[in-house]
T-cell receptor, first 115, second 111 residues
Framework: EAGVAQSPRYKIIEKRQSVAFWCNPI?????LYWYQQILGQGPKLLIQ????????DSQLPKDRFSAERLKGVDSTLKIQPAKLEDSAVYLC?????????????FGAGTRLSVL | SQQGEEDPQALSIQEGENATMNCSYK?????LQWYRQNSGRGLVHLIL?????REKHSGRLRVTLDTSKKSSSLLITASRAADTASYFC???????????FGKGTRLSVIA
């Protein structure tokens, strides 16, 4: 089966600019996650969707970050305006709904550099 | 905040040797998972161990879980250069909840 697709792979922007990332999860996976991974650290959850509803966005900096998952499939994550500290890899993951022991499948990520 | 703490932060071994990584966590969990991340890539699931299990094997991987000490270990036997990667433990508190990752162990296997 096809894996989690993310684009772009790399993005370089200047601070205060806007940027958007796209994710297409594994077909049939109801749950979608966006993680932020700063260099040298483990991924940190930004937002979790179940179908097209938000389950957890407690760690999403809502003054500058937004995410949507229209139709419960693809998702976009946007940063507006970007700050230097937003430089990180943004990982999208998906899992099937209902499994207590859900395994998450990750995309390759988008590496963002904010100059 | 991150739930797990891996130890050591970095590990360098010769090909053929065994590699052991440890993970400690803070709260009760439903299960604990180990993931591998090659440089510049996404994470790949390696193994899941439930809170009522003590040991699990998958190929050259052996995972142990001690819920009384809130710790887990990952053993990679007969390591290969291709095992060079960062290894993360991640805890699941309940249900379909997000993974909470540690900072990872960077493993270098020298041929």
């Amino acid at each position: 089966e096809a894996g989690v697709a993310q684009s772009p792979r790399y993005k370089i922007i200047e601070k205060r600019q806007s940027v958007a990332f796209w994710c297409n999860p594994i077909s049939g996976h109801a749950t979608l996650y966006w993680y932020q991974q700063i260099l040298g650290q483990g991924p940190k959850l930004l937002i979790q969707f179940q179908n097209n509803g938000v389950v957890d966005d407690s760690q999403l900096p809502k003054d500058r970050f937004s995410a949507e998952r229209l139709k419960g499939v693809d998702s976009t994550l946007k940063i507006q305006p970007a700050k230097l500290e937003d430089s990180a890899v943004y990982l999208c993951a998906s899992s099937s709904l209902g499994a207590v022991e859900s395994i998450q499948y990750f995309g390759a990520g988008t590496r963002l550099s904010v100059l | 905040s991150q739930q797990g703490e891996e130890d050591p932060q970095a590990l360098s071994i010769q090909e053929g040797e065994n590699a052991t990584m440890n993970c400690s966590y803070k709260t009760s969990i439903n299960n604990l998972q180990w993931y591998r991340q090659n440089s510049g890539r996404g994470l790949v699931h390696l193994i899941l161990i439930r809170s009522n299990e003590r040991e699990k094997h998958s190929g050259r991987l052996r995972v142990t879980l001690d819920t009384s000490k809130k710790s887990s270990s990952l053993l990679i036997t007969a390591s290969r250069a291709a095992d060079t990667a960062s290894y993360f433990c991640a805890t699941v508190l309940s249900g379909n909840t997000p993974l909470v990752f540690g900072k990872g162990t960077r493993l270098s296997v020298i041929a």
